[in-house]
């Protein structure tokens, strides 16, 4: 197995501190990514998922705290190590970015053996409690069933929808894991879009391979649920080569091993909520998501089974 090669993110305005940063840590194998604003460094975090941000208070656009505060409404990035570099009295300064869960604070000029000793901290502290998927950086197992179990015991409406993706495995073996993996991300990042402008408290989670998790008010689940199941689908004809696409299905081995064709891939939703029942347990959502889910995917193309049942 390749070594993993780490992923680091230095948001700074002044091009030399920047380039003696990122020389620092290239020189050591890290994998740099480089933005010279808080607007870009935003961006560059929600896309490339760093493992650990270094970032320059003062700068334009965005300042360094501004920047963390939008990168942190994200799942798929609350879990990033951030280093606040900062000329400013430590103490203001700290008092300024409380809120913000910022790992770390270095006064400039910092020395860049420091700089990569604490980066290196971070990475192992991470590794070692975070539980979130390596592919999409979303929360694993543990989170989501604490994520459940705390709207069970609020007792407010909420929604679980449990998603995964139909004939992905039929993908995967055709177009191989390179590309399997570049469906999961965008699946991953499609749904966390769309769930979060329906929902901005909503959690979404990454059980494994192509299963998702997305934890909601319940008012919002059967919109975030349409739309999709509608952006899936006109997404999903860009994963295949042309001919592929043109055809409309996929020739291959089934369990059997007999050649049989099967459909481009599609998306299976199902969405449990507590506003017809009373939910009380995170294995009771599981069982009836189960049953859903099943219902889903015995359907054509994508769908969303929404749980229409009450207490008896």
Not at 44 to 63: G, R, S
Not at 182 to 194: C, F, G, Q, R, S
Not at 207 to 226: L, N, S, T, Y
């Amino acid at each position: 197995m390749a070594e993993m090669k780490f992923k680091i993110l230095i948001a700074e305005d002044n091009q030399i501190i920047r380039d003696s940063i990122a020389e620092a840590f290239l020189s050591r194998g890290y994998e740099v990514l480089t933005s010279p604003n808080g607007k870009m460094a935003v961006h560059t975090a929600l896309n490339y998922h760093p493992d650990v941000i270094i970032m320059d208070y003062h700068m334009p656009v965005l300042n360094g705290f501004e920047a963390v505060a939008e990168i942190r409404k994200y799942p798929s990035c609350s879990n990033i190590p951030i280093i606040i570099l900062t000329s400013d009295g430590e103490k203001d300064t700290k008092l300024e970015g409380l809120s913000l869960d910022i790992d770390e604070y270095l006064t400039k000029p910092a020395d860049e053996d420091e700089i990569v000793a604490r980066v290196q901290l971070l990475i192992k502290r991470s590794m070692q409690k975070i539980d979130s998927n390596p592919l999409t950086k979303l929360p694993g197992n543990p989170s989501i069933q604490a994520r459940i179990e705390k709207e069970i015991a609020s007792k407010k409406p909420f929604a679980v929808m449990y998603m995964d993706l139909n004939n992905f495995k039929v993908y995967n073996d055709v177009y191989g894991f390179k590309e399997g993996d570049n469906v999961i991300k965008k699946t991953a990042k499609l749904i966390e879009d769309i769930s979060l402008n329906y929902d901005f408290s909503s959690f979404l989670g990454h059980i494994g391979g192509d299963d998702f998790i997305c934890v909601c008010k319940a008012e919002a689940a059967p919109e975030i649920a349409k739309q999709i199941v509608r952006e899936f689908d006109q997404m999903a004809p860009t994963f295949y080569n042309d001919a592929d696409r043109e055809k409309g299905f996929l020739s291959a081995k089934d369990r059997s091993g007999d050649i049989k064709d099967f459909a481009l891939l599609s998306i299976a939703i199902a969405v449990v909520h507590n506003t017809n029942r009373v939910l009380s347990s995170y294995g009771q959502i599981s069982a009836i998501a189960s049953e859903l889910k099943h219902y889903a995917k015995s359907q054509k193309g994508s769908f969303a089974a929404i749980d229409r049942r009450g207490d008896n």
